[in-house]
């Protein structure tokens, strides 16, 4: 189980809400020791004394701030801590406002805010659900590790996440920092069009485990092969800047490369899909032949045929019935004629 950071209490009107907080995230680095070029000699880092070169203790090290003319003005840790008086182990909350209102760029690392303990469940969970049905976040400050950091808290799920922030004097105006900042498009109207089709093409859901850290890859596999001794491949350069001239015939082939991608990755779900239609066309087949075994019963139907046949048989009797009846009408006749 990870300790945490930080322990204090998040306070909000009279409520005292008891916490630990724990990172949220880590980076990914390849460790490396440092050496002497040409030999295995390992290089250290010691803490000297500049005026006597003897090495102290961390336990002896204090902090010294610059105050001009070669003078320092020393501090310790605990008159640090005694200049913002239950401020170190305590998390303010000044105001609650609208998640989508914070711009992301003053988000700086994320944390997990954990109740420190049973007795401080009910009330912690009581500040999740109520900040999570009124959508908002609770912007606070706390100090931390001699530094005091402006706070955002959100409900996420079951926990609520802490996001430390910079202070608004923290982030710079990129005017300040940018000589020429370009003004508003001046490309043609085919060239907005193109660009917007290739945005279109390119969009898709966020998933972030489509995406890694591909540089420590790549420095994990060169440290294999080094070991094994084998051959190292060198990175592909990074392509040249694209020239305006070439604006629209790239962006037609990227909208075409994009469309390709697509396309395969339709293709490659294709076949499950084709394959589940067959079998349902194979599962209803029985349903046909049993259809076609009811052909029998108009074989059966036809075979009255015969009996009209039968019928037809009786015409000859009537023409037998009516020659008589012309022969005993011709006798008659006869005997007339003879009286």
Do not use: C
Request: charged share 30%.
């Amino acid at each position: 189980m990870a300790r945490p950071i930080w322990t204090g209490t998040i306070s909000f009107g009279l409520v005292s809400v008891p916490v630990g907080m724990y990172p949220a995230t880590h980076e990914h680095h390849v460790s490396f020791h440092q050496f002497e070029k040409g030999t295995s000699d390992r290089i250290r880092n010691h803490r000297v004394n500049e005026r006597t070169g003897d090495e102290v203790d961390y336990e002896d090290i204090v902090k010294g701030a610059d105050v001009g003319g070669g003078r320092y003005v020393m501090l310790d840790p605990d008159e640090l801590d005694a200049v913002a008086p239950g401020r170190s182990r305590s998390l303010d909350i000044h105001r609650f406002v609208a998640l989508d209102e914070i711009d992301p760029i003053y988000y700086q690392k994320t944390y997990y805010l954990a109740p420190a303990g049973d007795e401080a469940a009910r009330t912690y969970a009581l500040l999740r659900d109520a900040m999570a049905e009124s959508g908002r976040a609770a912007i606070g400050t706390l100090v931390m590790r001699g530094k005091e950091y402006l706070t955002a808290i959100r409900p996420d799920g079951g926990l609520l996440v802490l996001q430390t922030m910079f202070f608004a004097d923290e982030v710079r105006n990129p005017r300040d920092e940018i000589d020429e900042l370009p003004g508003r498009s001046k490309a043609k109207p085919a060239e907005m069009s193109m660009a917007v089709h290739l945005i279109d093409a390119m969009t898709g859901k966020w998933k972030p485990a489509d995406y890694r850290d591909t540089y420590t890859d790549r420095v994990q596999e060169l440290i294999k092969r080094k070991k094994a001794g084998k051959e190292v491949t060198v990175a592909d350069e990074a392509p040249a800047p694209t020239q305006a001239a070439d604006l629209m015939d790239v962006l037609r082939r990227s909208v075409e490369a994009a469309g390709k991608r697509r396309a395969g990755a339709s293709a490659g779900n294709a076949p499950a899909k084709k394959a589940t239609a067959k079998k349902a066309q194979a599962k209803k087949a029985p349903a046909k032949k049993a259809t076609a075994k009811k052909a029998p019963a108009k074989k059966a139907t036809a075979k009255k045929a015969p009996a009209k046949k039968a019928t037809a048989k009786k015409a000859p009797a009537k023409q037998t019935a009516a020659k008589k009846s012309a022969a005993k009408t011709g006798r008659a006749a006869t005997r007339a004629a003879a009286a």
